[in-house]
């Protein structure tokens, strides 16, 4: 067979090591080593079916070409068959420019595992949806394994009738289908708080429905932890109620730290005042690294949102996704996470999150736990896509202006945007009218009647005062986590659900707690503020309680 046609050149230097089996491990001492000294290397490789065997080419950078498992079997006195081997796999053999401290842990980090959660329903929450279906193309192409990566989203948007393109789910104006080959681990009335936990346990006997696949990691995997949706202080959303408790979550995060069942953890949060679900319980011993879209006291942004630039296609009406999930995640697909470290995204993230230091429309991106985990490489959590090996570590930015809305406001947003596409007249644009007044409606009586009960509670000379109270960094929301959810209950109860617009209030009640407030004096209040209020659908016991 005729040589290749171009010679194999490098500017490193190489060892051509001999050794008596092809199986022989590249850790085991060689029987002869040939340095390969010369500054401009140039090998001519001719292929002999008989004396080797040629799996694969590969280019690793624009000036180098290198052949992996190259095997060449030759013979070495007494009639023994030995193999001189020129491995350059990655994990074995690194260009002297890529010896870091990394080295080794290909074969020492375990399993990566991974959680995704959209905690929302609705065509008008596309956008958590897309953010969670992005992010397990992102790990897929890393080269998780699916049996490794459970997902958590009410699906009820892909096959939905607002959605212009059926059956495909997209998180970027140009963005491609990012919905096919998702598994629907849990979805419907299985997205549940206390399924997140039991998954996160390993505990198969307390999921309901499902897939029933659980994080079943071992002492020396990793686990990472993505979830998109509303938040509020000391809560996270869910599409089935009880929301997520900062405190019931953290007990989680004890109990499986406890178990010894894996080696490091990262978890990634887009949430309104996802901060307060950390700030002042989030211990730094449990090996668990944490951010988060904002920080305890702010809202966090949708984006790629009709009207606004960049713009989603014309034909949709709603947001595609969230400022600091796609921050992360575009961030991912433009460097080589072999050599990004979870410090060099946090700062990333952090920049274009708080739309470049304009904090009008953008939020805090705030870090929790272990901070150490920071100088480890994305990779060991996110995977490595083969064809990012020649990106770079972190350049390359995206440093556009991004044009965003409130999270709390994205659900209006898109009432008003299907409201305009409605042709005038219609008795279609009369209900989605409608449902825009009932929407406010209940936003207006929610924030009247958390007035009332602190005028009540407090005098109206300290009702803003005490509400509105936030307490300094380093300390929890509240300090009885059960009297916040009794206080929630109560509320309810008189008042009706919250809703995703209404825990914003959660400090509120946090702080009622925190004062001393008792259960009898809330109720008290609570029907004072809300007797003879026709609660009608968004009662609880239509919508379920948040406690």
């Not at 890393?142 to 009820?156: A, C, S, W």
């Not at 009932?438 to 005490?466: Q, V």
Request: net charge neutral; proline share 6%.
């Amino acid at each position: 067979m005729a040589p290749p046609t171009t010679p194999l050149t490098t500017h490193h230097f190489y060892t051509l090591s001999l050794y008596h089996h092809p199986s022989t491990p590249l850790s085991s001492p060689p029987l002869l080593s040939l340095p390969l000294p010369t500054v401009s290397l140039e090998l001519w490789v001719f292929l002999n079916p008989a004396c080797c065997s040629l799996f694969m080419a590969v280019r690793l950078s624009k000036l180098l070409v290198l052949f992996v498992a190259l095997v060449i079997q030759t013979t070495v006195g007494g009639g023994g068959r030995a193999a001189a081997r020129l491995d350059f796999w990655d994990s074995a053999i690194r260009l002297p420019s890529e010896k870091d401290k990394t080295e080794g842990t290909d074969k020492q980090s375990g399993t990566t595992w991974a959680v995704l959660v959209a905690g929302s329903k609705g065509y008008g929450n596309y956008r958590h949806q897309a953010d969670v279906c992005h992010a397990y193309q992102i790990l897929r192409k890393g080269g998780l394994k699916e049996e490794n990566i459970v997902v958590f989203m009410y699906d009820d948007i892909a096959m939905h009738e607002m959605n212009p393109r059926k059956g495909i789910i997209i998180n970027h104006p140009q963005g491609h289908d990012v919905y096919a080959g998702v598994p629907k681990d849990y979805t419907g009335a299985h997205v549940t708080a206390a399924n997140l936990y039991a998954v996160l346990l390993g505990d198969k006997k307390a999921v309901k429905g499902g897939s029933g696949k659980v994080v079943a990691s071992k002492p020396n995997d990793r686990i990472f932890l993505f979830y998109s949706d509303h938040g509020g202080p000391g809560v996270l959303g869910m599409p089935n109620m009880p929301f997520l408790y900062a405190m019931d979550f953290i007990k989680v995060l004890k109990k499986k730290h406890a178990s010894g069942s894996y080696k490091e953890m990262v978890i990634y949060v887009e949430a309104c005042e996802s901060g307060s679900v950390f700030e002042g319980i989030m211990p730094s011993d449990l090996n668990i690294y944490v951010t988060t879209a904002s920080n305890a006291q702010e809202n966090s942004f949708g984006t790629y949102c009709p009207g606004m630039n960049p713009p989603p296609p014309p034909e949709y009406i709603t947001c595609l996704g969230d400022l600091y999930s796609v921050a992360w995640m575009e961030d991912s697909e433009i460097h080589n996470l072999k050599k990004e470290t979870l410090k060099q995204q946090y700062l990333t993230v952090k920049k274009r999150t708080s739309n470049f230091n304009n904090y009008n429309i953008g939020s805090h991106v705030m870090q929790y736990g272990n901070k150490n985990l920071t100088e480890e490489k994305l990779y060991l959590y996110l995977g490595f896509d083969p064809a990012s090996a020649n990106f770079p570590p972190n350049n390359g930015q995206l440093e556009q202006h991004m044009e965003v809305v409130n999270q709390r406001d994205a659900e209006i947003f898109f009432m008003w945007q299907l409201y305009k596409r409605s042709e005038h007249g219609s008795e279609k644009k009369r209900k989605i009218l409608k449902q825009i007044r009932e929407i406010m409606k209940h936003r207006n009586h929610i924030d009247g009647s958390i007035k009332f009960i602190g005028t009540f509670l407090y005098g109206p000379e300290n009702r803003a005062t005490l509400l509105n109270f936030v307490r300094p960094l380093g300390l929890p929301l509240v300090d009885d986590w059960e009297c916040l959810k009794s206080m929630v209950r109560v509320f309810e109860t008189h008042c009706g659900s919250l809703t995703q617009y209404g825990m914003k209030h959660m400090r509120a009640f946090a702080n009622i707690c925190n004062s001393g407030v008792s259960q009898a004096q809330m109720e008290e209040a609570s029907w004072a503020a809300c007797d003879g209020h026709d609660l009608g659908r968004l009662h609880p016991s239509n919508k379920g309680y948040s406690a």
